[in-house]
């Protein structure tokens, strides 16, 4: 029985120990744990394989030198995970804060790779926007050519920026090891048995550099961001954040003054942290979390349709207000009175409908029908999931950190019918980044299926040689493509004669979209709005998030219908 429990202890210890270990640097509490939890297995492992003691001072003494070596064992076991398994992942990770977009990283890889040539970033059209220029001493300083054509803040939020002082964020963290040349091993080797310097890979980006510009313009000094994806592919065609920081006062010149430049970039550095600076270092994008408002009736109506016998799609009304349960006030409809008769004028209430018209005790009535569990099923087919099942990063869009979307925070808060009926029309807990409302619509425009957006088109070595090359993934089918095209025209109506007729802002193409509202902090309002276009067969689709922004059927949809003609002024169509 002691040869069983032994192997037993010993066995479920060493599992323990290989699962904690192979944790990556971000899930250090589950190796932790694991650690904790074998310790009282390995020491009952090794006591029971050693002969037994009579009571007395020599079972003390074994006893203390068994705790003191499963201290050591413990201690040794942290340290090779940290300077061995993952000494690479430690030395070269990157902290965003969620809250201010602030990066915390290892600046001695920075420092250390002042003398290497960092690689080149371009965007879709071969525009050079990041490089390198060598300077007195041998030393590479960062450049932005981007600056001679365009504002340099457009484009902060993607290329992020490489300080000696502050560590480095954006593409120059996600894809250093390529800029750096670490990642072409062979090409390093010859260039330091040739005496030549290191010179980094090339990254090519998907990014339309006059659509990130005109991106920016549209949005002004509104705070907020834009978001063009290619529905077909993936790929992101625009990504603005605002507002942004100019990278070139971050980075380091070797050649001037030392004690000047450390100075002008802390000076700096101190300027966009500050309590007025409105977070440029947040990615709007990836890593603003909002209500959703409106457009969240997308998903709800995706539900409706899927489940037909529960949510009863064509069987509905919208009246001025909608009771919910006792105790809770009613659910009324942004336009307080008379919603139904204005929809009346176009035919009887259907989803069609009242998804033009944004009828709030409509959506709210859909989602008390669908329930806690087919609301939650649906919205985890977008990949907007219950706090309790969140990870730390989105990890479907790797090229930049982001944050999950969440489908609410306390974890009861759809156990109530009130709660249901908020998130059905897009309040409640709802608080999604703009990239995952971008992908809601490019599901629908690609004929229900998700594809995971890339930044990062492909890497090329020095000699334009590929070294890496994206492949389009697929996530997941979201809804069949019945309910895709259904759904389209239901976007479509949106436009047409809904209250998103802002957004048919491009001469021949027919434009589908859905306007947004989002309250928060009690008579604030987010303007959001969605898009796709052509409607047909979609090539772009839109997601527009203006923090304070106002209404979304007039502000969001303007400047939607402003993004989507300047995407088909100035993108080819190459599928």
């Known amino acids: 029985m002691r040869q069983v429990v032994r192997i037993l202890c010993a066995v479920a210890a060493i599992a323990l120990i290989v699962y904690g270990i192979v944790q990556p640097i971000a899930q250090d509490t589950s190796w932790l744990a694991a650690l904790w939890l074998a310790a009282p297995l390995i020491l009952i492992a090794v006591r029971l394989s050693l002969p037994a003691q009579p ?5 003390s003494v074994q006893n203390l030198g068994l705790v003191i070596s499963l201290g050591f064992v413990l201690l040794s076991l942290q340290l090779l995970r940290q300077q061995f398994v993952r000494a690479n992942e430690i030395y070269t990770t990157v902290y965003v804060d969620p809250q201010t977009g602030q990066t915390t990283s290892n600046v001695r890889p920075v420092i250390q790779s002042l003398r290497i040539q960092r690689g080149k970033i371009f965007d879709r059209d071969g525009t050079l926007l990041v490089s390198t220029q060598v ?17 340099p803040t457009a484009f902060s939020n993607i290329v992020g920026f490489f300080s000696s002082r502050f560590g480095q964020a954006g593409i120059e963290a996600t894809y250093a090891d390529y800029l750096n040349g670490d990642r072409d091993s062979f090409g390093r080797i010859q260039d330091t048995l040739l005496g030549k310097p290191q010179v980094g890979d090339d990254v090519h980006l998907t990014i339309n550099a006059q659509l990130q510009q005109a991106a920016l313009n549209i949005l002004g000094d509104r705070s907020g961001s834009i978001v063009v994806l290619d529905p077909r592919n993936g790929a992101v065609l625009a990504m603005v954040s605002n507002p942004g920081f100019d990278p070139r006062q971050l980075a380091f010149n070797p050649a001037a003054d030392r004690d000047a430049e450390n100075t002008r970039i802390s000076q700096y550095w101190n300027a966009i942290n500050s309590e007025g600076a409105g977070q440029p270092l947040l990615n709007r994008p990836t890593q603003g979390r909002y209500p959703p408002g409106s457009t969240y009736k997308t998903i ?34 942004a336009v307080r009175t008379g919603l139904e008769d204005l929809i009346r004028t176009v035919g009887p209430p259907n989803l069609e409908r009242v998804y033009a018209f944004s009828c709030n005790t409509a959506f709210a009535e859909y989602a008390m029908r ?83 957006p890339y930044l990062v088109d492909r890497v090329t070595r020095p000699d334009g040689s590929t070294m890496l090359l994206h492949s389009q993934t697929a996530i997941r089918r979201t809804m069949s493509s019945a309910i895709a095209a259904r759904m389209r025209v239901n976007m479509r109506a949106g436009v047409a004669y809904g209250f998103g007729k802002a957004a048919d802002a ?11 509202t989002a309250e928060h902090g009690g008579s604030n309002t987010h303007a959001w709005f969605i898009a796709i276009a052509p409607v047909q067969q979609p090539r772009f689709a839109v997601a527009v998030m203006i923090e304070n922004g106002g209404e979304g059927s007039s502000v969001g949809a303007a400047a939607a219908g402003k993004t989507l003609a300047a995407a088909f002024e100035l993108i080819k169509d190459t599928p």
């Open 506 to 516: 491009v001469p021949g193409v027919q434009v589908g979209g859905k306007s947004g």
């Open 55 to 59: 009571r007395g001072l020599a079972r």
């Open 300 to 333: 709800t109506a995706v539900g409706v349709l899927q489940h037909p016998q529960e949510g009863r799609p064509d069987e509905i009304d919208c009246p001025d207000q909608r009771p919910t349960e006792a105790g809770a006030p009613p659910v009324v409809n």
């Open 370 to 452: 669908l329930g806690t569990d087919l609301m939650t099923q649906t919205a985890r087919q977008f990949d907007i999931v219950r706090t309790q099942e969140a990870p730390q990063t989105y990890g479907e869009f790797a090229d930049l950190p982001s944050e999950a979307s969440l489908l609410y925070t306390d974890p009861g808060f759809l156990n109530q019918r009130a709660g249901i009926a908020a998130t059905g029309f897009g309040q409640g807990e709802l608080l999604v980044t703009p990239l995952q409302m971008a992908m809601v619509a490019a599901s629908i425009a690609n004929d229900g299926v998700m594809m995971q």
């Open 135 to 151: 300077v007195e001493g041998g030393f590479a300083v960062r450049t932005y050519p981007l600056a001679d054509q365009f504002d």
